[in-house]
């Protein structure tokens, strides 16, 4: 039986969190959510994940740089940015440097269980 994957979702809106985190459960993924970005970031010191889903503009810390703490932290790890400044040059950067995706807000949160369990599907294949 495989272990459920780990996500963290990071967020400043908290509604994101709030509705994120039950509609993943419900698929079978252990969730952690955060508000803070310096919070989600010591979270990451410490523990890696799977698949981090994050906004990319927030107070303290923007998806990006946060993207690039994780890939040399925990390479391994996929990063999905949401954001509702996503332009085509955000977005082109983005993929550039190695975020797996970049989901514009508003989105369904169907939308984005449709990502995440592509993302995790190649992370499921890559360890067979």
Same mark, same amino acid.
């Given at each position: ?7 963290? #979702? ?7 969190? *709030? ?13 952690? *959510?955060? %508000?803070? &970005? ?13 698949? #981090?889903? *994050? ?23 996929? #990063? %999905? ?9 955000? *977005? ?6 190695? #975020? &797996? ?8 949160? &169907? ?11 190649? %992370? ?5």
């Amino acid at each position: 039986m495989q272990m459920p994957l780990e996500i963290l #979702v990071l967020d400043d809106e908290k509604i994101v969190c *709030t509705r994120l985190r039950p509609a993943l459960e419900k698929e079978g993924y252990r969730v952690e *959510t955060f %508000i803070d &970005s310096l919070q989600a970031k010591q979270r990451l010191e410490e523990h890696r994940f799977d698949i #981090v889903v *994050t906004d990319l503009r927030m107070a303290d810390i923007d998806g990006l740089e946060l993207f690039r703490f994780i890939n040399e932290k925990w390479p391994g790890t996929k #990063v %999905i940015i949401i954001s509702g400044f996503a332009t085509v040059e955000v *977005t082109r950067e983005a993929l550039q440097v190695g #975020v &797996s995706e970049v989901v514009s807000k508003p989105f369904k949160i &169907s939308q984005l269980k449709d990502i995440i369990d592509k993302v995790s599907s190649e %992370i499921r294949r890559s360890r067979e």
